[in-house]
C-alpha cells in the first residue's frame, strides 16, 4: 500500500485495468474480477465502452452491489464539452450501479478534441467535474493521457485535481518521458501519480485484447522500473485472465530494487525498441 498523493488514501502498488476483460464473456469476466478482488487488488480502474472498456462497467455493476465499500473505484469522461462529459459520468455511475465514483479522470489530454483553450473553459470538462464533485457524484479529480506531454504540465498551471496517470515504460521513457519532464512538476504540487502502459499495451495485431508490446523477458523489470520512479503511488494494468493476474502478483508480492545499474543493462536494447515503437501513442508535440 502507498499513499495516493495528498488525498488521504492509500492504494495497493497494483491496480486493475478492466478493459482486456471487459471483452470477454459475463461468466467469465466476472469469475476473473471476482479473483483479482478476493486477490487483494481494490483500486479498479474502468472507463465507458466507448473508451475501449467493453462492458466491463456493466459486469463490475453486478459486483459491485456486494463489494462496494471495499474498492476505490475511478472511472473517465473522455468529452471536451462538460454538459456531454457529465452526461457520459452519469451513465458511467449508472453501468456500475453506484451514485459516487472515487476517482474521475478527464481522459486523454492528449486527443485532438481535447484542447487546452475548451477543456479548461466555463463549459468545459474539468469545470463540469468540478461541480460533479461538489454535487456528490466523485470524490477525486485526475487528468489521463499517453501522448503530448506539454498538455499535462500545462494542467498543472491551469487545474486544480489530485491524479495523474501517464504512460510510463522502460521504452516509453525514451519517446515521451513524462517521468522526466512532467512528473517532478505534479509531485510537488501534491498531485499522485499513476503509471499505465508499463508493459507497453497491446499489440494492434493481437486477436484478443491479451498480451503486450513489450518482450516478455522484460516486463519483470518493467514493473519494478515503474513501481520505482519517484513520487508513484501504483500502477494500472490491464489484465485479462488468472494468468497475468497470477504472474503480476508474484511480481509485487516479491519485489526488486530497480536503480541505474539495471537501467544500464536494457539501455541499448530499449532505445532499438523505443525506436520500433516511434510515436506509438501519439505525437509527442
Known sequence: ????????????????????????????????????????????????????????????????????????????????????????????????????????????????????????????????????????LTRFLGVTGHHKPWRFLRAIQEWDFDVMMNPVSIVARHIYDFEGHVWPAAQARGIALIGMKVFGGVKESARSPKGALLDDELKQQALRYAL????????????????????LLEWVRNPLSFGPEDLKEIELRTRTLAGEWQEVYGPVI
Open 228 to 247: 520505482g520512479l519517484p513520487g508513484v503511488t501504483g500502477v494500472v494494468i490491464g489484465m485479462y485472465d488468472g494468468e497475468e493476474l497470477r504472474q
Open 1 to 136: 500500500m502507498r499513499p495516493l498523493g495528498r488525498t488521504g488514501v492509500d492504494l495497493p502498488v497494483l491496480g486493475l485495468g478492466t478493459a482486456p476483460a471487459g471483452h470477454r464473456i459475463e461468466k467469465d469476466a466476472l469469475e476473473f474480477f471476482q479473483e483479482c478482488l478476493d486477490a487483494g487488488i481494490t483500486h479498479i480502474d474502468t472507463g465507458p465502452q466507448t473508451g475501449g472498456y467493453g462492458h466491463a462497467q456493466v459486469y463490475l455493476g453486478k459486483i459491485l452491489r456486494e463489494r462496494r465499500d471495499e474498492l476505490f473505484i475511478a472511472t473517465r469522461c473522455d468529452e471536451p464539452d462538460g454538459e456531454k462529459a457529465l452526461k457520459q459520468l452519469t451513465q458511467n455511475l449508472a453501468h456500475l450501479g453506484i451514485e459516487r465514483a472515487d476517482l474521475v479522470y478527464a481522459q486523454s489530454l492528449g486527443a485532438d478534441a481535447m484542447t487546452p483553450e475548451k477543456i479548461y473553459g466555463p463549459a468545459g470538462v474539468c469545470k463540469a467535474l468540478e461541480k460533479a464533485r461538489a454535487d456528490g
